[in-house]
Every structure is written in structure tokens, then in C-alpha cells.
């Protein structure tokens, strides 16, 4: 009898130990997997800051070359239209959960960079509107912009991939599906995007 109970009570000690380890085990891949998703939201926040500095730059180029070339009011009419489409997205972090929502975003960013290109093909055709120091700023801070979308982009990829590779993985993939981590939706390259606007007056 006395055998029995202590088998009993070794075996529950087993039991108990096991159950300890795979919940500390748990909990250190859900805590890893909150780091990893937390990384996305940050970096999804830094790609919002380009892309709203980018937006801020906008209406000071339009009333740039509005002084030059008012009469490419078809060209100024669509940057600020563009520009209005991309400013009445309500995005907030939950968008990286939404795909169709994300591609929506994406599609008005790449109308806006469309947009931008045909200003600024248009521009070509003002020599003084080129001089302007002014619009000589603004072509550098676009052009820096414009690089620090790409790299922002980049990164973001990086970590929706380091995050979704993870929630995928056995046994995070367990633990993800108990808590509710879902996939991250990556940034698509958009036909005819391969690079960014070219904004090089120079030439």
C-alpha cells in the first residue's frame, strides 16, 4: 500500500515538473513572439514617418512649381489629389492584419509616386523653375524621402518575415494559434515601381 502511494506521488511529481517545463517553455515563446510582433508594429511606424514626411513635402512642391507652371494643371490637380487619397487612409498597426486593407494603402502610395513622377518629368521643361533654390531644396529632401521609403520597406520586410517565419515554426506555431498571432503582410513591389521616382534635375 505504502509502495503504491509513493509511486503515486512520484509520479505526480513527474507530472508536475513536465507541466512546469512546457509552460516556461510556453511562456518563453510567447514572449518571444510578442518582442517579434512588436519589432513589425515599430518598423511599420517608421515606414508611416517616411511616408507621412514624404506627404508633408507635397503641397510646398505643388505651389513650387505652381509658380512655374500653372498652366500643368492637369499634373498639379493629380499630386494633389494623390496626395489627399493617401491623407484620408485611416492607418493604424492593425492594417499589417488586413491584406485587403494593406494593398489598398500600398495602391494610393504608388498613385502618389506616379503622381510625383509626372510632376517632375513636367518640371524638366522650366530651366528657371530648375534654378529655383527653392525647388532645388525640395528636390533634395524628395530624393532623400524617396531612399528612406525603400530602406524603411526593407526593414519592415525583414521583420514581418523574422515574425512570420517564427509564428510558423513548431511549437511557436502552437502557441501563436492559441494567443491569435497571425501573419504579417509584406510590401509588394507594384508593376512599373522597380525604382523610385527619378528626381534628378541635372541631367
Keep these: 500500500m505504502k509502495k503504491g502511494w509513493v509511486a503515486g506521488l512520484g509520479c505526480l511529481g513527474i507530472l508536475v515538473v513536465a507541466a512546469l517545463i512546457i509552460g516556461l517553455s510556453g511562456l518563453g515563446i510567447y514572449n518571444s513572439l510578442v518582442a517579434l510582433q512588436e519589432n513589425v508594429k515599430q518598423q511599420w511606424g517608421q515606414v508611416e514617418n517616411v511616408y507621412q514626411r514624404r506627404a508633408d513635402l507635397v503641397p510646398n512642391l505643388v ?3 505652381k509658380g512655374y507652371a500653372a498652366h500643368e494643371r492637369e499634373v498639379l490637380e493629380a499630386v494633389t489629389a494623390s496626395r489627399a487619397q493617401v491623407g484620408s487612409l485611416k492607418v493604424t498597426p492593425d492594417i499589417l492584419n488586413r491584406p485587403a486593407e494593406f494593398e489598398k494603402f500600398q495602391q494610393a502610395q504608388a498613385a502618389l509616386s506616379g ?3 509626372r510632376l517632375l518629368l513636367v518640371v524638366e521643361r522650366y530651366p528657371d523653375l530648375k534654378a529655383n533654390q527653392n525647388f532645388l531644396e525640395l528636390q533634395s529632401q524628395l530624393e532623400g524621402t524617396e531612399n528612406r521609403i ?3 520597406r526593407k526593414r519592415f520586410n525583414e521583420a514581418a518575415q523574422a515574425y512570420n517565419t517564427r509564428i510558423r515554426q513548431f511549437p511557436a506555431a502552437v502557441v501563436a494559434r492559441l494567443f491569435g498571432f497571425t501573419e504579417t503582410a509584406y ?3 507594384t508593376p512599373g515601381s522597380e525604382r ?3 528626381v534628378d534635375f541635372n541631367r
Design 150 to 152: 525603400a530602406v524603411e
Design 115 to 117: 503622381a510625383l513622377s
Design 63 to 65: 505651389a513650387t512649381v
Design 196 to 198: 523610385p521616382p527619378v
Design 187 to 189: 510590401f509588394q513591389s
